[in-house]
T-cell receptor
Framework: NAGVTQTPKFRVLKTGQSMTLLCAQDMNHEYMYWYRQDPGMGLRLIHYSVGEGTTAKGEVPDGYNVSRLKKQNFLLGLESAAPSQTSVYFC?????????????FGNGTRLTVT | GEDVEQSLFLSVREGDSSVINCTYTDSSSTYLYWYKQEPGAGLQLLTYIFSNMDMKQDQRLTVLLNKKDKHLSLRIADTQTGDSAIYFCAESLLYNFNKFYFGSGTKLNVKP
């Protein structure tokens, strides 16, 4: 099993450009998440999904949109990139049932906005 | 939101024990997790403890939970240079199992 796969691994954008980050998981997990990681700030939740066709806002959703058209995929979109969105983005997934459902993470996408 | 705090840095010598500490504020935590992040990689689950336990041991790793003080620690025995990484503690909550709150991470530096 590949687990959680993120593409691309690196990207440089100019201010105002748009892009989509793709996350795919092959563990049949219901829940999927997008986090951003910034130095000294840990991980902050951007958006999450509790199942195919559903999405919800996390802690820092502004400037991002998401879609979950298929259970195994969770897309994160930046419509008009800003330098403040320079970060490392992590996708994660987990089971929906059971009390112990740890997050499984992808290897991250490093995004630089100039 | 919930507050999970960790010290930012820890430096130890190879062969010594490392103790990484974490405090949290929400007493309705169910599971508390430790994740390890190596450079350029995602977070890897190391171990976890259920909130009604005080201690859990897994090979070189010992997790201690003090519910009264809302304090969690991770002890790594016989620390190796390969243990150098950032360690995150995280909690999931009783009323929302699939919401996780992370600390800012502790960077462990192991000197040969």
């Amino acid at each position: 099993n590949a687990g959680v796969t993120q593409t691309p691994k690196f990207r440089v954008l100019k201010t105002g450009q748009s892009m989509t980050l793709l996350c795919a998981q092959d563990m049949n997990h219901e829940y999927m998440y997008w986090y951003r990681q910034d130095p000294g700030m840990g991980l902050r939740l951007i958006h999450y999904s509790v199942g195919e066709g559903t999405t919800a806002k996390g802690e820092v959703p502004d400037g991002y949109n998401v879609s979950r058209l298929k259970k195994q995929n969770f897309l994160l979109g930046l419509e008009s990139a800003a330098p403040s969105q320079t970060s490392v983005y992590f996708c994660a997934s987990s089971y929906s049932t059971g009390q112990n459902s740890p997050l499984h993470f992808g290897n991250g996408t490093r995004l630089t906005v100039t | 939101g919930e507050d999970v705090e960790q010290s930012l840095f820890l430096s130890v010598r190879e062969g010594d024990s490392s103790v990484i500490n974490c405090t949290y504020t929400d007493s309705s935590s169910t599971y508390l997790y430790w994740y390890k992040q190596e450079p350029g990689a995602g977070l890897q689950l190391l171990t976890y403890i259920f909130s009604n336990m005080d201690m859990k041991q897994d090979q070189r790793l010992t997790v201690l939970l003090n519910k009264k003080d809302k304090h969690l620690s991770l002890r790594i025995a016989d620390t190796q240079t390969g243990d150098s990484a950032i360690y995150f503690c995280a909690e999931s909550l009783l009323y929302n199992f699939n919401k996780f709150y992370f600390g800012s991470g502790t960077k462990l530096n192991v000197k040969p």
